[in-house]
């Protein structure tokens, strides 16, 4: 069974960084997609950055281009998100997704419906 792990979260202050890791345990290979994604109290989940199978494809939400980095380790079955110049509303649940299904290129890292696993979440909070 494929199980996620997350880490990294915290309390942090505006303009701070945080590394947010998953690591993937119970998979056999390193072949998935994997997106972070966060919810924030009252809000719909949005997606936050995304990497493809290979870590050529990169993608990231608007409002986070530029402030965060995403990438993975396949050695050790991990994908990190860097964040950086954190703002207030930044602050939500961040939860990793895992993908291992060879799609189409046509289907996006951002579209939520495409992961299969979920981790449980961890919480981020920016106070400003």
């Known amino acids: 069974q494929v199980q996620l792990v997350e880490s990294g979260g915290g309390l942090v202050q505006a303009g701070e960084s945080l590394r947010l890791s998953c690591a993937v345990v119970g998979h056999s290979n390193s072949d998935y997609a994997m997106g972070w994604f966060r919810q924030a109290p009252g809000k719909e989940r949005e997606f936050v950055a995304g990497?493809?199978?290979?870590?050529?494809?990169?993608k990231y939400a608007d409002d986070m281009k530029g402030r965060c980095t995403i990438s993975r380790d396949n050695a050790k079955n991990t994908v990190s998100l860097q964040m950086n110049s954190l703002k207030p509303e930044d602050t939500a649940d961040y939860y990793c997704?895992?993908?291992?299904?060879?799609?189409?290129?046509?289907?996006?890292?951002?579209?939520?419906?495409?992961?299969?696993?979920w981790g449980q979440g961890i919480q981020v909070t920016v106070s400003s």
């Open positions: 990497i493809g199978w290979s870590a050529d494809t990169q």
């Open positions: 997704a895992v993908d291992p299904v060879n799609r189409p290129v046509t289907v996006r890292v951002e579209s939520a419906w495409r992961y299969v696993y």
